[in-house]
């Protein structure tokens, strides 16, 4: 109560005087060290939401172990070596669209996250196909043809869709994200002497991209 | 970071260097994947994953030339997961 009666009786002038402060600060004292550790917080959370499902998976990979090393040998390699290829050269165009802006040269930054997007979706479309592929032999979530496998395969499958299917969701928001991105540089609200927003959307890139580097080898690469 | 002083910029070269050890490395873990190394086949596979995610970590996410507030929470982050881990893996083994 007090402190609403002590905020009453400024004038219109000091309002207009503390308006001025807000903007004069937000200019110079924006906190990227802060902004960064708490995108790094967030990513801490990401991880752990990964980190359960590997958990999961080492569960039952250690139970299973025959069984997903049969099921293991029906994924597509090649399909998944390329994703995997595709998408650390998006962690590639990321970083150098965010050392473009850095050395403010804008064009070349717009080109580079132009391809970041164009690799996210072709990551996207490879995945489609892999998963429709998967789909006609039968190897759906449910479907009859994989449920009458051994309890191991049919717990590799639930791992691999729900794993992902949950990574592939990142990717999308992660499109989402850098089209907004790529809207701010357009507009200039990104740019040379401000571009803390292009680099942590950049570090939730560089998540996405490390959370496939494990699930490469514990999907596709089993033998 | 003080106030005016500039940010260290990693050069593209350094970028494109990062990136090609990154394919060279994930084009070595397939290659591997086809020899029948048996038991230790995952542990090699997730090795290369690791020196993977650390070049990353390191260079695209410019950890390396961050904070040290920024290593810190980093490790405290995987020390938790690889308890967790660890501790999973010892009460599947010993059941």
Known sequence: ?223 | MEQGQKPHLITYGTYVLVWLSLISLTLLTVTISGVDYGRIALFIALVIAFVKSVLVVSYFMHIKFDEAIFKFFILVALVTLASIFILTSTDIFFR
Do not use: C
Not at chain 1, 8 to 23: F, K, R, Y
Not at chain 1, 187 to 192: F, H, Y
Not at chain 1, 194 to 211: A, P, Q
């Open chain 1, 1 to 223: 109560m007090e402190k609403i009666e002590l905020r009453e009786p400024i004038s219109a002038n000091q309002t207009n005087d503390l308006a001025v402060n807000q903007v004069a600060e937000t200019h110079h004292h924006k906190d990227e060290v802060g902004a960064k550790i708490g995108m790094w917080l967030f990513l801490f959370t990401e991880l752990l939401l990964f980190g359960g499902l590997f958990l999961l998976y080492m569960a039952y990979r250690l139970q299973y172990t025959n069984d997903f090393i049969i099921a293991g040998q029906e994924l597509n390699l090649v399909m998944g070596t390329v994703n995997t290829i595709i998408l650390l050269t998006s962690s590639l165009t990321m970083a150098l669209s965010i050392a473009a802006i850095q050395r403010g040269k804008k064009n070349l930054s717009i080109l580079f996250l132009i391809s970041t997007i164009l690799f996210a979706l072709a990551f996207l479309v490879i995945k489609y196909f892999e998963w429709t592929e998967k789909f006609h032999h039968g190897i759906a979530p449910n479907a009859p043809e994989l449920l009458s496998k051994p309890n191991g395969e049919i717990i590799f499958f639930g791992m691999y869709y729900s794993m992902t299917g949950l990574h592939a969701l990142h990717v999308v928001i992660g499109l989402i994200v850098l089209s907004f991105m790529l809207f701010f540089l357009l507009r200039n609200r990104i740019n040379e002497n401000d571009y803390i927003k292009l680099e942590n959307s950049g570090l939730y890139w560089h998540l996405v991209d490390l959370i496939w580097i494990f699930l490469f080898p514990l999907f596709y690469l089993i033998h």
